[in-house]
């Protein structure tokens, strides 16, 4: 039963991010950056050559460019920018060449020049959309990196109704022993309640040109229903690490250790708590594609005595794509796997994988007293489920297999000074061959929401 409840919470709390901004000149513009010793040879030639060219040709805007090119592929950006900013002396026209010049600035960490240079080029209104998704992304880092302390907040707090809140099984017969018995309790039930949540991340600059990090996140999920107690719960998760840079030369994929603690509250006692660490990575192999991804592994420790062969190592991996299709449009694609292993209790030893889409579409809905944009989400997700051995109290022949689905809806309507309200669907259908494990259950919240 706990296991069910407490995966079901941390689903709930599943968050993917898609951190990471590559922010070499080459990846943009013009091809993949040369990395291997004999590509740095050929461009530092290309650029000695380019350069005799111009010392006889000082006004050929065209062996300008070509030769500012490769000195960002290079990472001679020092070269870059005087180059560029002589070609504007020529012309002023030449929108292409300003966003080369806030590349440059950018990666050499000068972010209010950068910053000056990307905003002339979203003012041209010849500027292409594939090109405002880019500088949009600089500029959101510009203001990410400008700040020392960084810290982001989104709290919920409102009503919730669940058709079945203590996540207990379909029918009211189940199996013990291999026989069908009836339920005396614990069958599904509806009830309404109050739910709270809590996403508080910080990140601390580190101090180095390419941005590094320390970052802190904190989550938090309760629920209290009017009714029963049997749903209510609190959990709590931290994780902490340091988001470095893989390539210290430039702003290009990330990796990040980090240790995590969780802690859960069942019906207003201790019910477990968790420690372990992972790895995250994430890169932007385009403007509009990155990728990310999550390895680790968790010990949980249940408290109460009745629970202790659940005792669980778990050691889980992520990795999915997003795609900007449009600058107002995220689309996202996770693969996940995990494993877990109890010691104590080998039928509770399990393989998981499944497969998560997501989407998020942000829109101006076009109200003067509306100061915020609203962002309407959905998600889907499939897991299958295989334990290794059969649980004897249940059916000491069958071993257990599971299916599950979920989906949700979210729609946030921002209002003004942060405050918003949020309307969220969420389904959860389990299949078993087990029927103890068929779980069904409809959700629908109707929250305050405040951003920070």
């Known amino acids: 039963m706990w296991g069910r409840i407490s995966r079901a919470v941390m689903a709930a709390l599943v968050v993917v991010g898609v951190d990471g901004l590559r922010t070499s000149g080459v990846a943009q513009t013009s091809g993949n950056a040369v990395n291997a010793a004999s590509g740095e040879d050929a461009l530092r030639a290309r650029q000695s050559a380019l350069f005799d060219q111009l010392l006889a040709e000082p006004d050929n805007l065209d062996l300008m460019f070509d030769y500012a090119l490769v000195s960002i592929q290079a990472r001679d950006y020092e070269a870059a920018i005087s180059t560029l900013e002589r070609m504007l002396i020529y012309r002023q026209d030449l929108p292409r060449v300003r966003l080369e010049l806030a590349v440059a600035y950018f990666n050499l960490g000068s972010y209010e020049v950068a910053k000056l240079y990307f905003e002339q080029v979203l003012a041209n209104e010849a500027t292409p959309e594939t090109v405002q998704i880019r500088v949009d992304r600089y500029l959101d880092e510009i203001e990410d990196r400008s700040r020392r302390n960084d810290v982001r907040m989104i709290a919920t707090a409102g009503i919730t109704y669940a058709t079945n809140a203590t996540l207990g099984p379909d029918a009211n017969q189940v199996l013990f022993l291999g026989n069908l018995e009836t339920l005396s309790s614990g069958q599904q039930e509806a009830d309404t309640g109050l739910r709270v949540t809590l996403n508080l991340a910080h990140a601390y600059d580190l101090g180095q040109a390419n941005n590094d990090t320390w970052r802190t996140e904190l989550g938090?999920?309760?629920?209290?229903?009017?009714?029963?107690?049997?749903?209510?719960?609190?959990?709590?998760?931290?994780?902490?690490?340091?988001?470095?840079?893989?390539?210290?030369?430039?702003?290009?994929?990330?990796?990040?250790?980090?240790?995590?603690?969780?802690?859960?509250?069942?019906?207003?006692?201790?019910?477990?708590?968790?420690?372990?660490?992972?790895?995250?990575?994430?890169?932007?192999?385009?403007?509009?594609?990155?990728?990310?991804?999550?390895?680790?592994?968790?010990?949980?420790?249940?408290?109460?005595?009745?629970?202790?062969?659940?005792?669980?190592?778990?050691?889980?991996?992520?990795?999915?794509?997003?795609?900007?299709?449009?600058?107002?449009?995220?689309?996202?694609?996770?693969?996940?796997?995990?494993?877990?292993?109890?010691?104590?209790?080998?039928?509770?030893?399990?393989?998981?994988?499944?497969?998560?889409?997501?989407?998020?579409?942000?829109?101006?809905?076009?109200?003067?007293?509306?100061?915020?944009?609203?962002?309407?989400?959905?998600?889907?997700?499939?897991?299958?489920?295989?334990?290794?051995?059969?649980?004897?109290?249940?059916?000491?022949?069958?071993?257990?297999?599971?299916?599950?689905?979920?989906?949700?809806?979210?729609?946030?309507?921002?209002?003004?000074?942060?405050?918003?309200?949020?309307?969220?669907?969420?389904?959860?259908?389990?299949?078993?061959?087990?029927?103890?494990?068929?779980?069904?259950?409809?959700?629908?919240?109707?929250?305050?929401?405040?951003?920070?």
Not at 225 to 239: A, E, K, P, S, W
Not at 298 to 318: K, P, W
Not at 326 to 346: C, K, M, N, V
Request: aromatic share 14%.
């Open 220 to 452: 938090y999920y309760g629920v209290q229903y009017f009714d029963t107690d049997q749903g209510d719960l609190n959990f709590l998760r931290v994780r902490t690490g340091p988001k470095l840079s893989l390539d210290p030369r430039t702003f290009g994929p990330k990796l990040r250790p980090y240790g995590e603690a969780q802690y859960l509250t069942s019906q207003n006692r201790g019910l477990f708590a968790a420690f372990g660490g992972g790895v995250e990575f994430s890169d932007t192999l385009s403007p509009t594609v990155s990728v990310y991804s999550d390895v680790g592994v968790r010990f949980t420790n249940y408290f109460r005595g009745e629970f202790t062969d659940e005792d669980v190592f778990t050691y889980y991996a992520a990795s999915g794509l997003a795609y900007l299709p449009r600058r107002d449009l995220i689309l996202r694609s996770t693969l996940i796997f995990e494993l877990d292993h109890a010691p104590g209790g080998q039928q509770n030893s399990n393989q998981e994988m499944g497969l998560r889409l997501s989407g998020e579409y942000s829109y101006d809905p076009g109200l003067n007293w509306v100061d915020g944009r609203w962002t309407a989400s959905a998600y889907l997700e499939a897991r299958g489920r295989l334990f290794e051995r059969p649980d004897k109290e249940i059916d000491p022949g069958t071993t257990r297999h599971d299916i599950d689905l979920r989906g949700g809806l979210r729609h946030v309507f921002m209002i003004g000074d942060g405050f918003g309200l949020q309307v969220d669907v969420d389904g959860l259908w389990r299949q078993s061959n087990l029927r103890n494990f068929d779980v069904n259950n409809l959700s629908g919240t109707f929250s305050l929401r405040y951003e920070l």
